[in-house]
């Protein structure tokens, strides 16, 4: 099993506010996915980083893969209640499919 | 659209008996579909692998003979609970990846079980 802590594993904020979230391994990943789950659903792809060091934008969602290919953050600006959700990072699919611990947000209005 | 479906959505059983939840892939063949578990708020938790003509992996702490998984073609994956107990009551996910690309990852909706 490939570990891939989450933190914080819970963040409730109000409307408007920053957050970040973190992914961290002592595995070093080819590449690493990011997931929100709404309440009920499956998990939904956001985005998928590949080379150490990169950084992709979603909108108001920043995403950065560490140089090193261990560990990922997700930063979210002025947050929003659609923005609720359970965020869950893995590494790509191969043989088994392992996910982050996950970060459960709540976006205050 | 969707491209994995799960049957039912939510299901709720009395204890002791058996339940049956489908996956399907849409419009895609699927050799290998996995299967989640997750309680409210947690992340998902890798139960099995199902494998199409063959036996599916089992996760170490998974209870093969509790839940049954049968990958009967390369589009329809089943897993079956039995003997439910309360404690089994959870929500279950599947997935199936497309062949080739990081990205070729689709999950179902989700099955909620309830068992009384």
């Known amino acids: 099993t490939q570990l891939l802590e989450q933190s914080p594993q819970f963040l409730s904020i109000q409307e408007g506010e920053n957050l970040t979230v973190y992914c961290n391994s002592s595995?070093?990943?080819?590449?690493l996915q990011w997931y929100r789950q709404e309440p009920g659903e499956g998990p939904v792809l956001l985005v998928t980083v590949v080379t150490g060091g990169e950084v992709k934008k979603l909108k108001r969602l920043t995403f950065q893969f560490g140089d090193a290919r261990k560990d990922s953050s997700l930063h979210i600006t002025a947050a929003q209640p659609g923005d609720t959700g359970l965020y869950l990072c893995a590494p790509s699919p191969g043989n088994q499919f392992y996910f982050g611990t996950g970060t459960s947000l709540t976006v205050i209005p | 659209g969707a491209v994995v479906s799960q049957h039912p959505s939510r299901v709720i059983c009395k204890s002791g008996t058996s339940v049956k939840i489908e996956c399907r892939s849409l419009?895609?063949?699927?050799?290998?579909m996995f299967w989640y578990r997750q309680f409210p708020k947690k992340s998902l938790m890798l139960m099995a692998t199902s494998n199409e003509g063959s036996k599916a992996t089992y996760e170490q702490g998974v209870e093969k003979d509790k839940f049954l998984i049968n990958h009967a073609s390369l589009t329809l994956s089943t897993l079956t609970v039995t003997s439910a107990h309360p404690e089994d009551s959870s929500f279950y996910i599947c997935?199936?990846?497309?062949?080739?690309?990081?990205?070729?990852?689709?999950f179902g909706p989700g099955t909620r079980l309830t068992v009384l």
């Open positions: 997935s199936a990846p497309l062949a080739g690309g990081p990205d070729a990852q689709y």
């Open positions: 419009d895609f063949q699927a050799t290998t």
């Open positions: 595995s070093v990943f080819s590449s």
